[in-house]
């Protein structure tokens, strides 16, 4: 399965930086990229369950690929899940249900950032994009 086209440009940006300190940092600059979610759309109904942080998630199908949104109030769970969108954005219902996250993160070099409760969250945000695309 290709990556999409934004995951293949976050695999050659965060493997292109060496140290910890620079992906840390761009991070928090994939995290400011997200597009913002209006007021109106941070209800209880697109709040992802399990995060200890609040993720608000939203997709939508265009020409049978899917695209999500999202929103975190903490910065460094945007940044992951601006990452996790990178990865996901214009899969098809199917090849979502392929995507590993672990595999993901692990290719990006980011694993240590993963701790068991962040990575219990992006496990929420992932399968509940599987349950709007299901």
Known sequence: MS?????QTALDTFNASLSWEQRAR?????GERLPALADDEKTDEHLV???????????DVIDGHWQFR????ARLVRGLVALLLARVNGLS???????????????????RQLSPSRSNGLNAV????RQLAG
Do not use: I, R, Y
Request: glycine share 6%; proline share 2%; charged share 20%.
């Open 93 to 111: 219902a199917d090849d979502l249900q392929q995507v590993d996250m672990n595999d993901w993160f692990n290719q990006l070099g980011l694993s």
């Open 49 to 59: 369950d399990g995060c200890e942080s609040k993720v608000w998630l939203l997709g």
């Open 126 to 129: 992932l399968q509940k994009m």
């Open 70 to 73: 999202a929103a975190s109030d």
């Open 3 to 7: 990556l999409p086209v934004d995951a």
């Open 26 to 30: 761009l991070l928090m600059q994939w």
